[in-house]
């Protein structure tokens, strides 16, 4: 069975004068089945307005979306008009986009490229049209659609059009605009953000939450005014926990001015959340060239486990080569030695020696576990019994963090979560092993057989359901001896910061990353997986002054991943 041409030419007109779009895939499918697909796809190869289909030579349409290619919309005729409806015909409805974002910002790159257009806009009309393309599009956000569409056309001309059309611009649509002067490429006059700014100003009345601060901040860092950011921080605070970008904004402008004290006091607040490269680099450019002063910055690298990109990485070498006299090399290192593959020199390892290892249960006994609000939502009697059921029983081979284990696959119903608790404790156990698990009170509710079994061969300690496990398991890690390993995801960071000495924080991050063992989930079983034997820091020989730094290309995805990459600076002689 075939259907004539002429209905074939007919169904495409009529949809396409409807919809002013490409055909659905279910549509094409359907034309296909009765042997037409050919047809019905060679009827767009001369029309160019609408995008063509991809068609196998038995007229099938495969792929899971429907294939077109994309053109860039030209006017021809009169340059000073634009008919919408062949506009909209003539794009391509992107994946997971909205139609009214995806019209946005190719009328914005036709504003760019034909200026004289903008003379004839009428924004009431591209506001009519948005809402005709998505159904669920809200007048109120067609600022920040049309500001995004700028900064993707890494242009401002159309939002300052936009800008004459609306006299009175409301809080949202002045923050909007602010950010994006601060995301294009092109340069702004300080004259403009600070006309903006005054103009936001006037209409919060002093009142800074977490959105309009942190849209007006990384403009206002630009400015001679960027001390004011300080204080719109000070009233971000109030809101709840500030962006890490804010702080790493306002440090890049006080090292820019040579207030170090101030970056760094900023960039302390942020401690273990991602700082931008900007800041570091920002350092980098200002200060005096020193080994001194480059250490301070690796320093502080080291101390919130922050692992240098490919921009900074580069401002670090340039740095190193350019005033210190050094030769850097990128370079790996051989696992089973633990050195490098470019000088061969071996590097720190986490293993502590015995006395390393003395200094830290002393100093973290003393520093951290008597902090008062380490046990915060423990109660004096609970942890009282705890110390004296360690001192009892200690000394463990295991600790376990009993929660992290038992949903290693996900959040599950106790009765599945038991399972992985019983199958970790079967692996460890070989008679001698000794283990201890800390959980929380619920887990006693949990099926009775299953955590019978696990009583068999390990401890069970419950603490209260609101009390944090860390210091638990640490306190009885450490009490346990040198050997002792414990097994848990938490990455301890607060720990490390507590110790407020980079020595220590050094030493601790040591003895975390040869004693901790992390979960790695392969089907119904679990793997236990010990870091890397190489100390992922930072480090300096001082007998030949090489320096090696571990980066990676990327932001690391995973606080579990740890760089592979090394920079090696060798000094020049």
């Given amino acids: 069975m075939s259907i004539p041409g002429n209905f074939c030419q007919l169904i495409r007109c009529s949809y396409l004068s409807v919809n002013k779009r490409i055909p659905s895939i279910k549509f094409l499918q359907l034309c296909t089945r009765f042997s037409t697909a050919t047809q019905f796809c060679s009827s767009y190869k001369n029309n160019e307005s609408y995008p063509q289909a991809r068609v196998t030579n038995n007229s099938r349409v495969f792929g899971s979306q429907f294939q077109y290619r994309p053109r860039k919309f030209k006017l021809t005729g009169n340059l000073s008009e634009l008919d919408l409806d062949e506009f909209i015909a003539s794009l391509e409805r992107q994946p997971r986009t909205p139609m009214s974002r995806t019209f946005m910002i190719a009328w ?20 009519r049209r948005c809402k005709d393309l998505d159904k669920f599009f809200d007048e109120k956000v067609f600022s920040g659609v049309l500001f995004h569409a700028c900064f993707k056309c890494s242009d401002i001309t159309v939002a300052e059009e936009y800008l004459k059309y609306d006299k009175n611009p409301s809080l949202t649509v002045l923050t909007q605009y602010i950010r994006e002067l601060a995301n294009v490429e092109r340069e702004v006059s300080e004259s403009k953000i600070l006309d903006i700014y005054e103009k936001i100003k006037a209409k919060n009345h002093g009142v800074w939450d977490l959105n309009s601060g942190e849209r007006v901040i990384p403009a ?55 700082i931008s490269d900007q800041a570091f680099i920002a350092y980098l450019r200002n200060v005096e060239q020193t ?13 919130y486990e922050q692992f240098p990109t490919i921009n900074l990485i580069k401002a670090l070498q340039h ?36 006395e390393e290892y003395k200094i830290l249960v002393d100093s973290f006994m003393n520093k951290v576990l008597q902090d008062e609000d380490i046990f915060l939502n423990t109660s004096p009697t609970e942890l009282t019994s705890y110390k004296n059921f360690i001192n009892t029983k200690a000394p463990f081979d295991y600790v376990l963090d009993g929660l992290n284990v038992s949903f290693a696959h996900g959040k599950a119903p106790p009765h599945e979560a038991v399972y992985n608790l019983e199958n970790l404790v079967n692996q460890l156990s070989d008679g001698r092993n000794r283990i201890l698990i800390i959980g929380r009170n619920h887990m006693s509710r949990w099926p009775q057989k299953n955590m019978r079994n696990i009583q068999k061969l390990a401890e069970l300690y419950l603490i209260n359901n609101d009390s944090n496990d860390d210091p638990f398991i640490l306190y009885a890690t450490l009490r346990s001896g040198q050997k002792a390993k414990f097994v848990s995801k938490d990455m301890m960071r607060n ?16 003895w975390r990353l040869s004693q901790q063992l992390t979960i790695e989930s392969r089907g119904p079983n679990l793997r236990l997986v010990p870091f ?22 990327d932001k690391l995805a995973s606080p579990y991943d740890l760089p592979s990459r090394w920079l090696c600076l060798k000094p020049k002689k």
């Avoid at 914005?108 to 506001?127: A, C, G, N």
């Avoid at 306002?250 to 401690?271: C, E, M, P, Q, R």
């Avoid at 110790?499 to 050094?506: F, G, I, K, M, T």
Wanted: proline share 7%; glycine share 4%; aromatic share 10%.
């Fill in 108 to 127: 914005v790159d036709l504003m760019v490229r034909y200026p004289s257009l903008l003379t004839k806009v009428s924004w009431p009309e591209l506001i």
């Fill in 220 to 274: 206002l860092v630009r400015t001679s005014k960027w001390k004011e950011s300080i204080e719109i921080i000070k009233k971000m605070e109030i809101g709840g926990p500030m962006p890490p970008l804010a702080y790493s904004y306002v440090a890049t402008a006080a090292f820019n001015v040579k207030d170090f004290n101030l970056g760094w006091s900023l960039l302390n607040k942020i401690k273990h959340q991602r």
């Fill in 291 to 303: 080994e001194e002063n480059v250490s301070k910055l690796l320093d502080f690298l080291d101390l």
């Fill in 319 to 354: 740095y190193f080569e350019d005033s210190l006299g050094y030769k850097g090399t990128d370079t790996n290192i051989l696992p089973s030695k633990g050195s490098c593959m470019n000088c061969r020199t071996k590097l720190q390892q986490n293993e502590l020696k015995p």
């Fill in 495 to 510: 720990h490390t910061f507590r110790l407020q000495d980079p020595v220590l924080a050094r030493l601790f991050k040591r």
């Fill in 532 to 553: 890397t034997p190489t100390l992922p820091v930072p480090q300096k020989d001082m007998e030949t002054g090489l320096w090696h730094i571990p980066y990676d290309l």
